[in-house]
């Protein structure tokens, strides 16, 4: 199926996939022919768990356990086959050995085209099959825990860039010091990745994403109002009683004259 984006996969396109992943001489590079064959990869790694992504709930926790219940369910359940335990040696050797492939083919794509390992020499771009089909990614932009904005971008060096244009320079100097990490090497600020986009969700998923930031700032504004009103009112009470210490000192004062 010709489809751009996380989805579900299902029936002959899951096993025929499934088929090509858990044999030796697959290849992440070489099947990402395409922008369909790399979303149809990045689905797998999403249902798997392997993948974290927000618009997409994962259909197993990722684990070697995991994994090998998913492909027992694929290849090797049948009637009076309900466990691992069910088959036989041969069998049992035939469910590692696709588990293992599976495994490790699974930990290529995360390794190569998610993993934004974008430190100086340990860069991996080069590897990268979602660059070169340009596959952009949303990025959020930190200042120490706090979310401060989003970029699109294709990698890491091309977020910092976008951010050092049009994030850095709205926020306030002094809360850039103030937060950021003092040995960060973009300058105060962290890019992270939050998921990759597609041309027909682009914009609608990096307004999801700036909303979401939004909305953590609203409600952590909410909670500093609240402490606010909380401390004004602490603040008046004590005032109240500085004032009647001294109306009661000043009426003792002048009874004693």
Request: positive net charge; glycine residues 6%.
């Amino acid at each position: 199926m010709k489809v751009n984006g996380v989805r579900n996969l299902e029936g002959k396109e899951l096993k025929v996939l499934l088929k090509k992943m858990t044999k030796k001489k697959f290849s992440v590079l070489s099947y990402c022919k395409t922008s369909y064959d790399w979303w149809r990869l990045y689905s797998l790694c999403c249902m798997t768990g392997a993948v974290k992504d927000p618009r997409f709930e994962p259909t197993m926790q990722y684990s070697d356990w995991g994994l090998r219940g998913f492909i027992f369910n694929q290849f090797f359940k049948e009637d009076g086959i309900y466990s691992y335990r069910d088959l036989s040696r041969g069998r049992r050797q035939s469910l590692a050995y696709k588990t293992n492939r599976l495994g490790e083919n699974i930990s290529t794509f995360r390794s190569n085209e998610i993993q934004d390992y974008s430190y100086g020499w340990r860069s991996m771009s080069g590897n990268s099959r979602r660059v070169e089909l340009g596959i952009q990614r949303i990025y959020t932009v930190k200042c120490g825990y706090k979310p401060i904005g989003a970029v699109i971008a294709n990698d890491h060096e091309h977020a910092v860039q976008i951010a050092d244009m049009i994030v850095k320079p709205l926020i306030p100097k002094s809360f850039l010091q103030e937060n950021g990490h003092p040995r960060s090497s973009t300058g105060n600020i962290e890019i992270v990745r939050r998921c990759e986009v597609w041309d027909e969700r682009m914009m609608e998923d990096y307004v999801e994403e700036t909303t979401r930031i939004t909305g953590l700032i609203s409600e952590e504004n909410s909670k500093h109002s609240n402490v606010i009103e909380t401390t004004q009112k602490k603040i008046d009470d004590n005032q109240i009683i500085i004032d009647c210490l001294r109306s009661n000192l000043m009426v003792t004062l002048d009874g004693n004259n």
